[in-house]
């Protein structure tokens, strides 16, 4: 479902991914794991159309979608970090718009909100405000409304920070039901590793742009003799703390420096 190979991101004289090369089963649930800074983000970017390239290629569910976006950005939904609705639109508002932008049919569309906002456990609250939502229901709209045109592949960047455990693991066990049922391929990124070894079939890391180690949770403790996966992911990746800002602000400022050339 997701191919990729040999991926290069370059800003000037900066790297911030470096020849990374995977693939992601159809239905699966992979997870993408490595410290601040790592490139998981930049990585995510460029498989969903945002960034272009410097070199490598990219497939989703066959197709390129640097040369056929349109087509691409039909086949995946995806949550950032950052919130993306709009507080002054209802909760049903923001599903309906996501579905008439993705030109979701109509009597399709009406079924599926209410389907998914019954599933999320928001049905209740779909006529109200969005700006009244706590972290948690605001995230589960957003994961929602992912699902809503049927997306073959769902990416969620850091889905759940900031979520208490309770939520968190309420939201997973949405998510999974709709990977289960719906078969819709999962590729995540978290620094929870007790979601990642829980929800995962299989986990790649990455540090410093380069791809060091992937398998199942299973493999990757055993190959590096621990007992969890972050004991397993700190004998990689080391203990050193990273500094994500720093690698992004340069990152920026080689960026600038192409764009005044």
């Not at 950032?80 to 718009?97: H, K, R």
């Not at 979701?104 to 079924?111: A, D, F, I, L």
């Not at 929602?144 to 939201?171: C, M, V, W, Y």
Request: hydrophobic share 35%.
């Amino acid at each position: 479902m997701i191919r990729v190979d040999n991926l290069v991101k370059t800003f000037g004289d900066f790297t911030a991914v470096k020849g990374i090369s995977f693939d992601v089963k159809q239905g699966e649930i992979f997870a993408f794991l490595g410290p601040n800074g790592a490139g998981k983000t930049t990585t995510i970017k460029m498989l969903t159309t945002l960034l272009k390239p410097t070199s490598g290629t990219v497939e989703l569910d066959g197709l390129n979608p640097m040369l056929q976006q349109k087509e691409a950005r039909q086949r995946f939904g995806i949550v950032f970090q950052d919130p993306s609705l709009d507080g002054e639109q209802t909760a049903y508002e923001n599903m309906e718009l996501h579905g008439v932008l993705y030109h979701v049919p109509r009597k399709v569309r009406t079924e599926r909100i209410e389907s998914l906002l019954k599933l999320f456990e928001l049905w209740d609250r779909r006529d109200s405000y969005v700006k009244e939502f706590s972290g948690g229901m605001k995230r589960r709209l957003e994961i929602a409304r992912g699902f809503l045109h049927t997306p073959k592949i769902l990416f969620l960047d850091e889905p759940t920070l900031g979520l208490d455990p309770q939520s968190r693991n309420q939201l997973w066990s949405h998510v999974k039901r709709l990977n289960e049922t719906e078969k819709t391929t999962v590729f995540l990124t978290t620094h929870y590793m007790d979601e990642a070894d829980r929800v995962a079939h299989r986990i790649a890391i990455v540090d410093h742009g380069q791809l060091i180690a992937q398998g199942t949770s299973a493999e990757l403790k055993a190959s590096t003799n621990t007992e969890s996966l972050e004991e397993a992911f700190l004998a990689l990746t080391g203990e050193s703390l990273r500094d994500e800002s720093a690698s992004t602000a340069e990152g920026m400022r080689q960026m600038a420096r192409m764009w005044r050339r």
